[in-house]
């Protein structure tokens, strides 16, 4: 069953992606990458790390994409245009997207299912969990080695917000 989840989340972030990537309209893009969002983090409490799950949820796909909406919004980017997240067989697609949903959910509430656990990534993950703890293993590599990219990329967002209130201003400076 978690092979099958795996697969699910992993062709739903590849799919999101790829459609996000074709759309004119940047509106249902980013509605698009909030989906790739939720199926990441699908496959972040498959590993059992419920802690980035929720972080992504609640960082990326709640914060940063409304960032992004009010830049578009602010811009006057989106349209009132919805034609992008309709394709020719997308009431067909959602449909089986909650069948599929309904029915996962229906076995895991039935069915004894097992939850999959960090033993079963690996020795190394398990015992990376017990020595740090969930969040020691995400805190140890992005405050150590990654730090540096952690803060251009603090950098690089300021500089997005900057330059979007420099181009929405009426008046010209």
Same mark, same amino acid.
């Given at each position: 069953? +978690?092979?099958?989840?795996?697969? =699910?989340?992993?062709?739903?972030?590849?799919?999101?992606?790829?459609l996000m990537?074709?759309?004119?309209? *940047?509106?249902?893009?980013?509605?698009?990458?909030?989906?790739?969002?939720?199926?990441?983090?699908?496959?972040?409490? =498959?590993?059992d790390?419920?802690?980035? +799950? +929720?972080?992504?949820?609640?960082?990326?796909?709640?914060?940063?994409?409304?960032?992004f909406l009010?830049v578009?919004m602010l811009?006057?980017?989106?349209? +009132?245009?919805?034609?992008?997240?309709?394709? *020719?067989?997308?009431?067909?697609?959602a449909?089986?997207?909650?069948?599929?949903?309904?029915?996962?959910?229906?076995?895991?509430?039935?069915?004894?299912?097992?939850? *999959?656990?960090?033993?079963?990534?690996?020795?190394?993950?398990?015992?990376?969990?017990?020595?740090q703890?969930?969040?020691g293993?995400?805190?140890?590599?992005?405050?150590?080695?990654?730090?540096?990219?952690?803060?251009?990329?603090?950098l690089?967002?300021?500089?997005?917000?900057?330059?979007?209130?420099?181009?929405?201003?009426?008046?010209?400076a």
């Amino acid at each position: 069953m +978690a092979d099958f989840l795996f697969y =699910l989340f992993a062709a739903g972030s590849i799919l999101g992606g790829l459609l996000m990537v074709t759309r004119r309209n *940047p509106v249902s893009a980013v509605v698009l990458l909030i989906a790739v969002f939720f199926f990441t983090s699908g496959m972040f409490l =498959l590993l059992d790390a419920q802690y980035l +799950a +929720a972080i992504n949820i609640i960082l990326y796909a709640g914060a940063i994409m409304v960032l992004f909406l009010f830049v578009i919004m602010l811009l006057n980017l989106g349209h +009132a245009n919805w034609r992008d997240l309709r394709a *020719p067989f997308g009431g067909l697609l959602a449909g089986a997207v909650v069948v599929a949903f309904l029915g996962l959910l229906a076995h895991r509430l039935i069915g004894d299912v097992a939850p *999959p656990t960090a033993e079963r990534t690996g020795g190394r993950l398990a015992a990376m969990a017990a020595q740090q703890g969930p969040v020691g293993m995400l805190a140890h590599p992005l405050f150590g080695d990654y730090v540096v990219v952690l803060e251009a990329t603090g950098l690089l967002l300021l500089v997005a917000i900057v330059g979007t209130i420099l181009l929405a201003r009426r008046d010209p400076a």
